[in-house]
């Protein structure tokens, strides 16, 4: 217990560290309420980028370990724990960030509720932001069908480079 909310704590422990350019945006339980843990967190592409980063260098940032290495290490590989609806292991997803099998890499990504994500490329060194209003209600798999737009996007530039 820090006595803190959870956004204080995140400001002071990950968001100044990584140099963020803005506030985040909290959603709220109700009116005057607790922050959401689960979800509706906001920001700009930027500071996206750089949690995106975070995550990309197992949670070194400018020689500070901002997030333990073992933790991001389970929080990008299936919570094999956790069942499908037909009583399954999951594989796609982790804690909080969904893993998409792609041209033979697994994909780490966040997802926001209209079209926002944040993928690691791994194999790239690169990290892919989208911010959106509207994510597709189709799926391959788990995953929405857009968000294999946007990966493939991505490494379509990146590959120009």
Request: charged content about 20%; proline content about 3%.
């Amino acid at each position: 217990m820090t006595g803190q909310t959870l956004s204080d704590y995140a400001a002071e422990k990950l968001w100044q560290p990584m140099g963020a350019e803005t506030e985040a945006l909290w959603s709220l339980d109700r009116k005057n309420g607790m922050e959401k843990a689960y979800c509706c967190f906001n920001s700009h592409a930027r500071d996206f980028a750089r949690l995106g980063q975070l995550v990309l260098n197992k949670g070194h940032w400018k020689g500070r370990q901002l997030i333990s290495e073992e933790y991001l290490e389970a929080a990008t590989h299936p919570a094999t724990h956790l069942k499908d609806s037909k009583g399954k292991s999951v594989t796609y997803y982790g804690y909080q960030w969904w893993l998409m099998d792609h041209q033979q890499e697994i994909i780490p990504y966040a997802r926001g509720i209209l079209g926002q994500y944040i993928f690691i490329i791994p194999s790239q060194k690169a990290v892919i932001v989208r911010l959106g209003h509207l994510r597709s209600d189709t799926r391959i798999g788990e995953h929405p069908t857009d968000a294999y737009t946007w990966v493939n996007m991505g490494r379509d530039l990146l590959d120009q480079q």
